[in-house]
């Protein structure tokens, strides 16, 4: 897809904001609202497969069927033609004002307080997927939001096949082309929550002696190579939730 193709006579491609393999996200324009939207495409060439159609089009219902006030919401979704008239599916969503973790925190770690009113949220939000059934299948720092009116999360994934910049949060227990489960959110979890205390993204990496006992523990189990021995994602919001103390502001967006 370029920049100025219009989908269904009605979005507008304008910019791309982020791809991976499977997946690109754009910045695109709804004519019919007037107003903005993220718009994340999903190439047709692994979709000719009729199965494989069925599972981005289920997956596309279940994201829209997502309301949680940490989770970017999705508007509609339809199909388009891409190389060879092979179908492309995609989902239209609120488009953010914020900046990504993975900018915030390029800079190095987050203060304490930030970091787990961050993961604080993250874990909130994984519990409202999980709890309708779903796995997110895609947590790491650019899936997730900060905004002035606190952390959202992007839509769960599409696609089995991870971006190379999520092989560090998929545990050890998961083939790359493995369908996600739920335990491997929580280890992913645990690996966001041990970059933003510490800058990095190793699940032996030690926490400050600053981060409360409670939050410490929590992160070990979510880092655990059992996945039984993880925590669920309810236990890990209701663990972070009483140790994240007053909301802390998000991190300033880094100079370009």
């Given at each position: 897809m370029d920049s100025g193709e219009w989908l269904g006579e009605r979005y507008r491609l304008e910019q791309r904001i982020d791809s991976g393999r499977g997946t690109e996200v754009w910045r695109a324009w709804d004519r019919v609202l007037a107003r903005p939207v993220a718009l994340k495409l999903v190439p047709g060439e692994p979709l000719l497969d009729p199965a494989s159609r069925t599972r981005v089009r289920d997956g596309i219902l279940a994201c829209a069927?997502?309301?949680?006030?940490?989770?970017?919401?999705?508007?509609?979704?339809?199909?388009?033609?891409?190389?060879?008239?092979?179908?492309?599916?995609?989902?239209?969503?609120?488009?953010?004002?914020?900046?990504?973790?993975?900018?915030?925190?390029?800079?190095?770690?987050?203060?304490?307080?930030?970091?787990?009113?961050?993961?604080?949220?993250?874990?909130?939000?994984?519990?409202k997927v999980h709890?309708?059934?779903?796995?997110?299948?895609?947590?790491?720092?650019?899936?997730?939001?900060?905004?002035?009116?606190?952390?959202?999360?992007?839509?769960?994934?599409?696609?089995?096949?991870?971006?190379?910049?999520?092989?560090?949060?998929?545990?050890?227990?998961?083939?790359?082309?493995?369908?996600?489960?739920?335990?491997?959110?929580?280890?992913?979890l645990g690996i966001l929550l041990t970059e933003c205390l510490t800058g990095k993204r190793s699940p032996t990496t030690p926490l400050p002696d600053t981060v409360p006992p409670a939050a410490t523990a929590l992160c070990h189990r979510c880092r655990s190579t059992a996945p039984e021995a993880r925590p669920t994602a309810p236990r890990a919001a209701t663990t972070l939730r009483a140790v994240s103390g007053p909301p802390a502001p998000p991190p300033a967006t880094p100079p370009p």
């Open positions: 069927a997502l309301s949680h006030h940490g989770i970017v919401t999705v508007y509609d979704s339809d199909e388009t033609s891409g190389a060879k008239a092979a179908p492309v599916p995609y989902l239209v969503m609120e488009l953010i004002d914020g900046v990504s973790l993975a900018d915030g925190i390029r800079g190095g770690p987050l203060p304490v307080a930030t970091a787990i009113q961050v993961c604080t949220q993250v874990a909130e939000a994984l519990s709890g309708a059934g779903l796995v997110h299948g895609d947590i790491r720092p650019s899936k997730v939001l900060l905004t002035p009116d606190g952390v959202r999360v992007l839509a769960p994934s599409l696609t089995r096949e991870p971006a190379w910049d999520a092989l560090p949060y998929l545990p050890p227990e998961q083939p790359t082309t493995a369908p996600p489960t739920r335990p491997a959110d929580i280890y992913a």
